[in-house]
């Protein structure tokens, strides 16, 4: 038996990735979720078909009240971050999607760890947090953890630094209960492992449906040259297999700005329905498995839904070795 028995929640969970990292640093048995919350049923699909307990709440966490929530130690939330990411109209606490402020979702962390008090909260966001409105969107939420009685700390972390081929930067806040809070929490600097692409890929022949068709590479080719023609930077991208992805993301040209050159032997005949023949410059998609490998999920992760939600879900998901190498910190604070 593990000499502490931690337990922990597990607030937009997605697929588990917050959580899987947390498992894997703690070790077997050490920590237990005990609540578990997402709105996405897809996602909750494919976190139900991983994890046996608890059964997902699919549902409006601000419609969960903090007393429906059992007691609980650590507290992992990684609210959405499409209110504040570079990449978004960057509205933060005035976003509005679907009749719901995903920016002020992050209050609901507060509302229920105001109630339950518990040692630690671990958030995960987008690296533009800290700049957005001029640095004032992180103040909030730095001063609403300490009014809450919790002492934060925080780091822009990249993936690509922790065992992953993928340039995937994010801030990791990390805030203890002020009775228990050390003087400093140092985050950890990476493994030193730097695999590449090549490291992730399928084994040959990877399905032609992956390979893009001919007409579909030129429409690419047309798109980008109209951005560049503007002085945009947007476009599809082949990577050198011997380089790293860029950062998974889940709308938009996700896919295509992860495109790899794979002339290993592969078949030729579409088994889609698609417009003209498959491209003769071996270029394709990555694999919803490979997209896996690149956020550093396990081999034994399932991944039981169509390609559709599955890139959605690694592309708004965590990359796990960075999460497991900030929870053995904790799990060192908490213990030491």
Known sequence: ??????KSIDLFAGIGGIRL???QAFGDGAIETV???EFDEPA????RANFDTPAVISGDI??????EIPPFDICLAGFPCQAFSLAGSKKGFDDDYKGMSRGTLFFD???ICDYHKPKVIFCENVKGLPIHRKGKTLEVILGTLRQIGY???????NSRNYGVPQNRERIYIVSFRSDIAPDEFVFPDGNGSTPVIRDILDPAPVPSKYYLSERYLQTLREHRARHEAAGHGFGYVVRDLDDVAGALVCGGMGRERNLVKDEREHSMTPTTNIKGAINDESIRKMTPREWARLQGFPESFKLELAD???YKQFGNSVSVPVIKAIAEQIKESLEG
């Open 1 to 6: 038996m593990p000499e502490h028995i931690y």
């Open 62 to 67: 601000t419609k969960i009240s903090e007393t």
């Open 109 to 111: 962390v507060a509302r």
């Open 151 to 157: 002492v934060p700390f925080y780091a822009i972390l």
């Open 308 to 310: 559709t939600h599955l």
């Open 35 to 37: 609540f578990a919350s």
């Open 44 to 47: 909750a699909k494919t976190y």
């Open 21 to 23: 990292g947390f498992d």
